[in-house]
């Protein structure tokens, strides 16, 4: 079995005799504080991952690197980001593959990035459009620390309202806070079968941007759907759903795109009042 060393700047968890685990970056000459007991990152770094590590009060630690979702639970976070339930959902459903040319609206954090990133490999390409600059540079090192360098990504400080400058892409994955007029340029920029995944947090949301994918005409297989992940506690004396769960992040949209021509605007099919609700027939 070969064995990965911990270097500097990794993130790791430290797991303690009760399973609980500390989340931290390893840093030369830095120490982790543990509820109040220390443990030194030079005992950490170059050494193997999966080891044990003492801490100054006598206690020992396993020492692990941090997966993925540890990485998202726990890394400084400077925008609300895309939890890694729905992230590895918007992978999936966006039909997201080694080699595939991903267009992404809005950095934020840089979660859902991670998970898009691993999802297209060194083959392929993640293009990131983000308006703001100041949100580059932290996002950027979260994802440096935990995948490195990472060449197949490419940041665009542009508005993506404005426009997609990358042509026959294969997936267009949206978190910014208007998808619907992202529409007209994920039918630009998309090759037909290619997918338009958004995600987005209220319902007035979710209506409003399936009716831009309807009027346009050129989309199919309008889905929306959500993810509750319950998680369980299971020991020796009992098998029980947590009693605490994340009950609501957001809503998951996803569209075909079609090889039909976009309808432009003007011609744009006329949809039916948004706001009336159908009446539920009486019992008899
Ligand atoms: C909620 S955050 C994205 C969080 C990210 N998905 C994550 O998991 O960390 C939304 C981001 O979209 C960016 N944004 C908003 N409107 C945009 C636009 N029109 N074009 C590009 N980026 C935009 C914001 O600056 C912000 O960084």
């Not at 685990?21 to 170059?46: K, M, Q, T």
């Not at 703001?132 to 490195?148: D, M, W």
Request: hydrophobic share 40%; glycine share 10%; net charge negative.
């Amino acid at each position: 079995m070969s064995e990965a060393r911990l270097e500097a700047g990794d993130p790791v968890v430290l797991v303690d005799e009760k399973g609980r685990y500390f989340y931290d970056w390893l840093a030369p000459g830095g120490h982790s504080n543990v509820r109040g007991d220390l443990v030194s990152h030079d005992e950490i770094i170059g050494h193997g991952d999966g080891g044990t590590v003492g801490s100054r009060r006598g206690r020992t630690y396993r020492v692990l690197s941090a997966t993925l979702v540890q990485h998202v639970q726990h890394m400084p976070k400077h925008t609300s980001l895309i939890f890694p339930k729905d992230a590895a959902l918007l992978a999936t459903w966006g039909d997201v593959f080694p080699g595939a040319l991903v267009v992404e609206g809005g950095l934020g954090s840089g979660a859902l990035t991670l998970s898009l990133l691993r999802a297209v490999g060194p083959t392929g390409r993640v293009v990131t459009y983000e308006l703001r600059e100041e949100s580059v540079n932290r996002a950027r090192k979260n994802i440096r620390a935990l995948l490195g360098e990472t060449p197949n990504h490419e940041v665009r400080h542009a508005d993506i309202y404005q426009g997609i400058e990358e042509r026959d892409v294969d997936s267009v994955i949206l978190d910014v806070p208007e998808p619907w007029d992202v529409v007209p340029h994920a039918a630009a920029a998309l090759r037909p079968g290619g997918v338009f995944a958004s995600y987005v947090v209220g319902t007035t949301q979710i209506q409003r941007l399936v009716i831009a994918l309807e009027r346009i005409g050129c989309f199919a297989l309008i889905e929306c759907l959500e993810s509750l992940v319950r998680p369980w506690q299971v020991s020796a004396r009992s098998v029980r759903p947590d009693l605490q769960m994340v009950g609501h992040t957001g809503f998951l949209v996803f569209a075909r795109r079609t090889a039909a021509e976009p309808r432009a605007p003007r011609e744009e099919a006329p949809t039916e009042p948004v706001d009336e609700v159908e009446a539920v027939p009486e019992e008899a």
